[in-house]
């Protein structure tokens, strides 16, 4: 195990590592916690970060599950675990609470393999991505599932299943490319098949979706007791101030072949789908394949280009100016 940083607050350092000790009885564990390195690493997470004392506190079985399992078995468990519980909630706040319970066990678990150096930068970000994959998929399963059970929605030809709804989700940004950090918050782009989904109440297509979407929006980003899943962010779809937060591919498709600005073309270059109906959003992503990755380029898409590489290369220098993160995406 490589040198872990020192604790800057020794004394609550000391606290926490006390107090994680007297959470269990069981030998193994204790032999587990009283290892010098353990020792190193709890002081270094507790006395350096308020938010992972806390996870400490709340919950000291995912670090002792990493000690004794190593962080790649203990972080497939996990993920497992989570899995079945989010598939078998019986209503939506159980939903949000498993997700919010389980996004501390994972950053704890992350938290320890990064600080330990048994992660490397790429294998963490993956694993935060991972989970955001996972809450999110959870939470269309529920939501397609719970609509088509009131009787408000129907699939296509191939059986009422929630995954062939026509509804997907697209990740953006570094969701998108798997690059998630410990504070990202979550681009997406919420689409539907309208030749695939039906509205069977009394509601729109239109109406449904979008009430689909604002629930998905409330389970990964509504703050509740035990905090929140993830900041949850749907401005790169088309013409966010114009368009509604569940758009049918027929409204984007239309929008990218007219009115899109290069820009959004590069945005769309790390989207992937990553819940919700995969086969609607590849066919999807293979019709929009020509605006992403265009034959030739005009003089003002060249131009545009440079303009977003000078915008970079300014903001690297922290030079002044107006910026917007989209230029980056």
Known sequence: MPAIAPPYDQIKAADAYDALLKTSDDPKDLALLKQAETKALVHAMAGNSPFLARLLQMCPDALLAMLSLGPDAAWTAQYEDVRQQTYSA????????????????????????????????????????????????????FLLLDRIQKGELKAGNDGDKPENCGYFVLAMGKLGAHELNYSSDIDLIVLYDEEIAQATGPRSLSDCMIRITQDLVRILDARTAYGYVFRTDLRLRPDPGATSIALSVGAAESYYQSLAQPWERAAMIKARVCAGDRKAGAAYLQRLSPFIWRRSMDFAAIEDIHRIKNQIHRHHHHEKGAFSSRDLM
């Open 90 to 141: 019986a209503n939506l706040d159980q939903l949000m609470q498993c997700l919010r319970i389980a996004k501390m066990r994972m950053a704890l678990l992350v938290a320890a393999a990064d600080l330990s150096g048994q992660w490397d930068l790429g294998k963490i970000t993956r694993a935060l991505s991972d989970y955001a994959d996972l809450s999110i998929e959870s939470a269309v399963q």
